[in-house]
């Protein structure tokens, strides 16, 4: 049984003693430190020894919403498929539907091959065309051994206000309804079960300034009083059912706001936060006894949401491929080949660093025997952080080379290095 003591004195405490500089040095190590070096065998023994089948802890997120006749989602931003995707690459399956079987049937074998045991989806309310999708995808995800959990979008203004009918909701009509065949429960070490409802975009600013210099309001701020007001809600309702094990992650690397707005931890969606800035975030959770999660990504590939000339007025300013700083040119194949290192170099670093903080004893998780990784994504094309496979150059007609896609020669080596990182672990 672990020693019952305050967390947050213990934090300060080891904060005081210089806990955080030493931590700090062995995390920057990390990033520097080649994929063989990491401590494999004792970390997989860690969480073996913890949890009866790891890879229910990794979590891909997953997008429901493409669409073919009519098209959904290729056609956003002016965008004319099946040639012309609002994709940064264009997908193995092309423009495919989320909705049909055999793509489904597809997507299933590529995750559970992969070593991952959950996805989990993009839902924009109820009746969305996304929820809409939810039990044809579930079907088929239970038929491939594989959990179900769901990720709130900003679906709109009065969504803090809907918190406590949406979690009714999902688990009324996708885990009670079908005897929840394929709800995902996340275990923690001690054998005990909760689910997780994690939320996009929560504790945002209030205003941003534009490419002008022009202060603008966020139209998806919601106060951090309103969410700890639905968050609390919530929390009474389901105490009875699951004590402190349902857990409502915010989207944040700020601790004193997602604590302030009252959610159970954090799961960080944006993959273009450095790594190094992951264990003040893990510490400030830690102190709070929330839990914490980052993302395993390959970095940013933005669409370019305006093509050609930018109309006179308009503020816009592309966005580079992250990890580079600027804008490659990606009708250069050394480029793609370029891209396609660095995302495979920040897929090793992302991994890393995760594992390494959720299984670090002087951190929160490991008190709380709470793991949970998740992988942004396996299918949103628009950001380019997608690990199901794309298309090789030479397999694009003519038509689809002069969209200008970003896709590398090797369409499959993102899933291939998570499957080989995931199956150190859980082999």
Known sequence: MPMLIDRRSFFDCALTLGGASLLSSRLAARQTRDVDN??????????????????????????????????????????????????????????????????????????????????????????????????TVMDVMHAHDLKVTFHLEPYGPERAE?????????????????????????????????PVFKMFATTLPSDQVDCYGVRQPVAEFVEDSRWRWATDRVHTEFSSTHPDLLI?????????????????????????????????????ASRRGMVFSFNVNPGFDLIERVRGQVAPGECYTPVPFFPTTFHLNWDRSEDRARAARLADARIIETFEQNLWLQTHPWLGNVDAGFFLTYITSFNEWHEGTQFEPMRAPADLTPSERAVGYHNPEDGVYRLRRLAELIGRLVA
């Open 38 to 135: 990491f401590p494999w065998v004792p970390t997989r023994e860690s969480l073996l020894a913890r949890f009866d089948d790891p890879r229910r802890h990794f979590v891909f997120e997953y997008y429901p919403w493409y669409g073919n006749e009519p098209f959904n989602h290729w056609q956003q931003w002016g965008r004319v498929p099946p040639t012309d995707l609002a994709g940064s690459s264009m997908p193995l399956l092309g423009a495919y539907d989320s909705r049909a079987i055999a793509v489904l049937e597809q997507h299933a074998r590529w995750i559970a091959d992969s070593g991952v045991g959950v996805v989990d989806l993009s839902w924009w309310g109820v009746g969305s065309y996304t929820d809409r999708a939810i039990s």
């Open 248 to 284: 409502l992650s915010g989207d944040s690397r700020h601790p004193e706001r997602v604590a302030a707005a009252g959610f159970d931890g954090f799961a960080n969606y944006d993959p273009t936060t450095a790594t190094d800035s992951w264990l003040e975030a893990a510490l400030g």
């Open 162 to 194: 809907q918190l406590l009918a949406d979690v009714r909701y999902l688990l009324r009509e996708y885990g009670e309804k079908r005897r929840w065949d394929c709800f995902y429960f996340n275990r923690r070490a001690d054998g005990r079960e909760g």
